[in-house]
């Protein structure tokens, strides 16, 4: 079965860049599926950041999308997430995600095991 | 603050049944039936238990079942158990230019 895991910096400074990526394994990237990131702060609830379909599509969540760029690499099978000028609220567990979209259907399955990434100098 | 509202805890004992409240709008949960519920255990990453509404994936025991009314979607646990104790947040498609949005979780105390 397809399985995901995040990978990067554990640590970023403020104003930087936050980088990760997902390695997909058990299945293609390029299957009929969306692959989405999604973040959770300590304590807190649930955050949609955004996706990208193997063709290059994206789509982004409003509140983030001029500091979001998702990518796709179909030869490594796995897909990146970057996220610009962090501040310390930037600061969560990031999580990949297989997202099953279609006209009549949506749904995260299966989620990586999450990445901690603290922002802090 | 999060697009969907969820009650912050709910709690049962073991055997009996609860319900988890999920309310969005008329944009979200009241135009798509495209409701899903995730259980998180802590440490953990979100399982997902039930998807387009009512739809259990293979493996999802059947104690877990969803509906919707209106602009409100529930999830319901019968015959509690121990195990079940986790965080639920429910998931809705919210239109193309909002897309996805979550609701703020619900802490499932067993007694």
């Known amino acids: 079965q397809v399985q995901l895991q995040e990978s990067g910096p554990g640590l970023v400074k403020p104003s930087g860049t936050l980088s990760l990526t997902c390695a997909v394994s058990g299945g293609s990237i390029s299957s009929s599926n969306w692959w989405s990131w999604v973040r959770q702060p300590p304590g807190k609830g649930l955050e949609w950041i955004g996706e990208?379909?193997?063709?290059?599509?994206?789509n982004y969540n409003p509140s983030l999308k001029s500091r979001v760029t998702i990518s796709v690499d179909k030869s490594k099978n796995q897909f990146s997430l970057k996220l610009s000028s962090v501040t310390a609220a930037d600061t969560a567990v990031y999580y990949c995600a297989r997202d099953v979209r279609g006209y009549d259907s949506l749904r995260f399955d299966p989620w990586g095991q999450g990445t901690l990434v603290t922002v802090s100098s | 603050q999060s697009a969907l509202t969820q009650p912050a805890s709910v709690s049962g004992s073991p055997g009996q049944s609860i319900t988890i409240s999920c309310t969005g709008t008329?944009?979200?949960?009241?135009?798509?039936?495209?409701v899903s519920w995730y259980q998180q255990h802590p440490g953990k990453a979100p399982k997902l238990m039930i998807y387009e509404g009512s739809k259990r994936p293979s493996g999802v025991s059947n104690r877990f079942s969803g509906s919707k009314s209106g602009n409100t979607a529930s999830l319901t646990i019968s015959g509690l158990q121990a195990e079940d104790e986790a965080d639920y947040y429910c998931c809705s498609y919210a239109g193309s230019s909002t897309d996805v949005v979550f609701g703020g979780g619900t802490k499932l105390t067993v007694l």
């Open positions: 008329s944009s979200d949960v009241g135009s798509y039936n495209l």
């Open positions: 990208i379909y193997h063709s290059g599509s994206t």
